[in-house]
């Protein structure tokens, strides 16, 4: 009897321990499982939210080149329409100055192919202050007169021979010039006169037809 009851009590302490071991098994392989689970949600998901943040800051980089390039935009037309602005104006201010202009044919002697007048012209502007004298050497006032005779003849400066600048009849405020194009297809002899606080002014024109030195 004895022997039996041992027998039993054995048998059931195995099978507790077996339990116990199939049990220790079971709940590791549990939570392996679980720790796999969240490795490939984290994998997964994670790996999304870093596409989404990538797709963001390209989409924002793309907005901001868009509005810089439509700021440039606005810029450039700006720009244009305030230069096609000036240009117009000063084609306006050509005509007019043509329409406004009188000519004659001939005039102070016979190299004089004909005489041109405007009352539009308007005093080239100056830096000088205090009282005046003309002045025909490098300085301030003769660069002032080049530029009179350059507006009164139409010519561009860059493109004008200046033959002769002096005195205007002994008068300390007018002079007269003899200018050409630098091709000398265009010559012109030009009065200008001085008007207090406003510069050298045209005041008559006359195209020659030669280079005398008046």
């Given at each position: 009897m004895n022997s039996e009851g041992n027998a039993n009590n054995q048998s059931r302490s195995e099978q507790r321990s077996k339990r116990k071991k199939t049990n220790l098994i079971l709940n590791s392989l549990i939570v392996i499982v679980i720790l796999l689970i969240v490795f490939v949600s984290y994998t997964i998901f994670g790996s999304k939210d870093e596409t989404n943040g990538d797709k963001t800051v390209k989409e924002k980089t793309v907005e901001t080149k868009k509005a810089d390039n439509t700021?440039?935009?606005?810029?450039?037309?700006?720009?244009?329409s305030a230069n096609s602005d000036e240009e117009k104006?000063?084609?306006?201010?050509?005509?007019?100055?043509?329409?406004?202009?009188?000519?004659?044919?001939?005039?102070?002697?016979?190299?004089?192919?004909k005489t041109i007048e405007n009352p539009s012209w308007k005093s080239v502007g100056t830096t000088q202050t205090g009282e005046h004298r003309a002045v025909y050497s490098d300085g301030p006032d003769w660069d002032e007169q080049v530029k009179a005779l350059a507006y009164g003849s139409g010519l561009d400066e860059s493109d004008m021979v200046v033959w002769f600048l002096g005195n205007n009849n002994h008068d300390p405020q007018k002079s007269i010039g003899t200018v050409s194009s630098k091709d000398k297809s265009k010559?012109?002899?030009?009065?200008?006169e001085w008007v207090d606080q406003q510069g050298w002014k045209p005041i008559k024109v006359e195209e020659i037809k030669n280079l005398n030195i008046r």
């Open positions: 700021t440039e935009t606005v810029n450039g037309n700006t720009d244009e104006k000063l084609e306006e201010d050509k005509s007019k100055t043509e329409e406004e202009a009188i000519v004659t044919e001939g005039g102070s002697d016979s190299n004089v192919v010559k012109y002899r030009v009065y200008i």
